[in-house]
């Protein structure tokens, strides 16, 4: 049997290094938002032969001074071209720039994103999550309320949340580093992807909690809580990794074979389900016994 609690003290070190420095990536560079955020217009053009070079196009629309200009490649020799704008006209000089370089090129799509709508996106998705780990709290504690000792059932709720914070932390830590170095942005995809982390990881913890209070109550009064946390662990252990590892496995072949409009919401829910897998077997689990520790050091 694996000695998983003994290793706590390097979990945490390690959680804790991860999270301070998402959490300056996210003070210092924030997130690189797409038009979902911000507002502005997304327009498709497809090319009869081969989808001329990024660097092409911006040279093109480098006299419009167009805001937040991004190109993004898809099927079929098309390209979606995004700036910060919603004026008509600028959006027909983006076009009758582009034809006059490219006369076979013909306009697929336009979508315009309001910036007012942007922001009450933007605002209604951080609800949704603060809503989500609201719940998952509550929820574990209403689940737990029956093993009261020698932790309060409130406690796996706030172990839990702890852990599911620590995910999301990180996941969006990291990329904040992708928006800063390589552009990467973040739209509802992404929020999407967020929520779906939260009820996975979410998902694996309990499986673990809720075999610690089966062994809890077949207990006796003689063995310790840590050692029944550790049990619990080991016997949950490679159901955990297992689940896990056919997951991770099928989001890398959709970030792989994806395609360019799915890879990093695949990208994230693969980093984010793996921090999740982590965070259940070192993290929500520990902090149980954390918890315990410090209730005896208290009395």
């Given at each position: 049997m694996y000695n998983i609690i003994d290793k706590m003290k390097y979990a945490y070190a390690f959680s804790i290094i991860l999270t301070i420095l998402s959490v300056v990536s996210l003070f210092v560079w924030g997130l690189k938002y797409d038009i979902d955020f911000t507002g502005g217009t997304r327009m498709g053009v497809k090319f009869t032969n081969q989808i001329p070079e990024k660097n092409e196009i911006a040279d093109i629309l480098k006299d419009l001074n167009l805001g937040s200009l991004t190109m993004q490649n898809s099927e079929n020799n098309t390209m979606f071209i995004r700036y910060a704008v919603e004026d008509d006209q600028i959006n027909e000089n983006v076009w009758k720039n582009i034809k006059e370089k490219y006369p076979e090129a013909t306009q697929v799509s336009v979508d315009f994103t309001n910036s007012s709508v942007s922001k009450e996106l933007k605002s209604k998705s951080l609800q949704a999550i603060a809503f989500a780990i609201v719940m998952i709290m509550a929820y574990i504690a209403w689940a737990f309320r029956k093993v009261s000792r020698p932790v309060e059932s409130w406690k796996y709720g706030l172990g839990a949340v702890i852990a599911l914070a620590h995910d999301i932390i990180i996941t969006t830590g990291?990329?904040?580093?992708?928006?800063?170095?390589?552009?990467?942005?973040?739209?509802?995809?992404?929020?999407?992807?967020?929520?779906?982390?939260?009820?996975?990881?979410?998902?694996?913890?309990?499986?673990?909690?809720d075999r610690t209070r089966e062994n809890l109550l077949k207990s006796s009064n003689k063995e310790l809580f840590p050692d029944i946390v550790n049990k619990s662990l080991n016997e949950t252990l490679v159901r955990s990794i297992n689940t896990s590892l056919t997951v991770i496995i099928t989001l890398l072949a959709i970030y792989i074979f994806g395609g360019a409009s799915i890879k990093f919401f695949a990208l994230a829910l693969l980093v984010g389900i793996t921090f999740g897998t982590y965070s259940s077997i070192f993290i929500a689990s520990s902090l149980l016994v954390t918890f315990y520790n410090l209730t005896l050091k208290n009395k």
């Open positions: 990291i990329f904040s580093g992708l928006g800063h170095f390589y552009g990467v942005e973040v739209g509802i995809p992404f929020i999407a992807a967020l929520l779906t982390i939260l009820g996975f990881s979410v998902h694996d913890t309990i499986v673990v909690y």
